[in-house]
């Protein structure tokens, strides 16, 4: 059957729908850990050097494609070149999707598991003992982490089969801005903690001591990672914008609220992971072992985890359906699937794959035991998706944009047709696009890995 396609409908729709996509796991339980694992603030200057210099060129770059072709991820690079390297660009992206949602949807499925434990009152009066022991019975056992994922991929395809306007646009425009300004609500009550200007100063002032060339590719899988760049989600998302959006605004202002809402996630958690005499370089565990803790010893916590992990639970939900969309417009544009039958064959795969991610992400899990490379199962998907696929497919888009598509058609996505009046801009951005950006993720990749 051959859909219409829909479009977004203003462009304040885009920019929710584009931040949704964005904001995620990514800001409220990755950002945290990886800052703590690697020493905080250095650590954020090189993340934000890496989402100003390469994350917003390329996904400013997946705006051009994906608006300038209006079509899916894989009928958008056949469309814009012919190059055997440039078309495996939607391989590599469909993949990425795949791995992605693999393990995403477990640390979401944790997530709603929070929701519910928070609304049960599980988490009054507990100690740091106890947090860690809830979090582990969360994670371990045959079922229950395959529970948490199935109910994921279940909320994400309603809201999908919903389609682009009645599902994503309207949930969007309602849950981003609940969600920054509740954030921010957080952030201020963990800064009235005692002892909270040590977490400040852990996020604030660098030691570089602590830098490694390692760090420089964490931060580099964090900021395509956060800004969802390198799986075809922007190139699909923006085959929906408007004609008169302006790109690179668009570009801008997500990646600044993006930042903005990883910064505060990090203003709510660290405050009080050192008010409170908790370890910041925990790992993936950070936020699930300390945040029910930071609430259960502040009057009204046992309301604000509750809003905290629902909160949580809408990001990585809106983020998710990011990705399922880029599974879905692929199968029903190119194999003229119906949007259900894409659905359900899609949920299937991710479960099947997926269930392998719930069963090692913990050390007691049931296939935790099962190393790819030293690392686990989960590990494994999440170490792929972070420092290999993302950055190999931004280089790859960021260089198809720079070189290889005619030049006209670039220019003419950036600047609508010249009637936006920023030939300058576009100018620099093309000059970093070409010249720094791919510079700087292969000179990353070859101190990395050789
Ligand atoms: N940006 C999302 C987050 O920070 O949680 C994760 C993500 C979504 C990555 C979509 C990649 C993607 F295509």
Do not use: H
Not at 155 to 164: D, E, P, S
Not at 234 to 251: C, H, K, P, R, V
């Amino acid at each position: 059957m051959e859909q219409k396609r829909e479009k977004f409908s203003s462009s304040f729709s885009v920019f929710f729908a584009t931040l949704s996509s964005a904001v995620g796991l990514g800001n409220i339980w990755m950002f945290p850990y990886v800052v703590g694992v690697n020493g905080g603030a250095a650590f954020i200057i090189i993340y934000l050097g890496c989402v100003l210099v390469v994350g917003l060129p390329t996904l400013i770059s997946e705006f051009v494609i994906g608006r300038g072709t209006r079509k899916n991820v894989y009928g958008a690079i056949k469309e814009v070149t012919n190059k055997k390297v440039f078309r495996s660009i939607s391989t590599i992206g469909i993949l990425a999707t795949y791995v992605l949602l693999f393990f995403y949807t477990v640390v979401a499925g944790w997530v709603y598991s929070y929701v519910f434990k928070a609304i049960v009152g599980t988490f009054k009066g507990i100690d740091a003992a106890g947090a860690t022991k809830i979090f582990n019975d969360t994670s371990i056992g045959p079922v229950s982490p395959i529970i948490g994922q199935l109910l994921v991929l279940i909320v994400a395809g309603t809201i999908i089969a919903m389609g682009v306007k009645g599902g994503i646009e309207k949930l969007t425009r309602i849950t981003m801005p609940i969600l920054m300004g509740l954030l921010l609500l957080l952030a201020i009550r963990s800064l009235t903690l005692d002892g909270a200007m040590e977490g400040v100063s852990f996020l604030l002032k660098p030691d570089f001591s602590k830098i490694s060339i390692g760090t420089f590719l964490a931060a580099l899988g964090l900021a395509f990672f956060k800004l969802s760049v390198g799986t075809g989600s922007m190139i699909t998302y923006s085959s929906y914008f408007t004609d008169d959006n302006n790109l690179i605004a668009t570009g801008v202002k997500v990646s600044i609220a993006d930042t903005a809402v990883s910064l505060i996630a990090g203003l709510a958690i660290f405050p009080a992971v050192f008010s409170f005499g908790l370890e910041p370089s925990s790992g993936p565990g950070l936020l699930f072992n300390t945040v029910p803790l930071i609430f259960s010893k502040m009057p009204g916590g046992s309301f604000l985890v509750v809003i905290f992990f629902f909160l949580a639970a809408m990001a990585a939900t809106t983020a998710s359906i990011s990705l399922l969309e880029v599974l879905i417009a692929t199968f029903t544009e190119e194999f003229k699937f119906s949007r259900k039958k894409a659905l359900v064959i899609n949920v299937a795969i991710i479960l099947a794959f997926g269930s392998l991610a719930a069963l090692s992400a913990n050390p007691e899990g049931l296939l935790a035991e099962i190393k790819i490379f030293n690392f686990s199962i989960f590990d494994a998907f999440d170490a792929l998706i972070s420092n290999i696929l993302l950055p190999l497919n931004g280089l790859l888009i960021i260089l198809l944009c720079g070189f290889s598509i005619k030049k006209g058609f670039v220019r003419d996505e950036l600047t609508n047709g010249g009637t936006l009046n920023n030939e300058g801009i576009v100018s620099i951005l093309l000059f970093i696009m070409r010249y720094i950006t791919p510079i700087l993720i292969i000179v990353i990749f070859l101190k990395t890995f050789i």
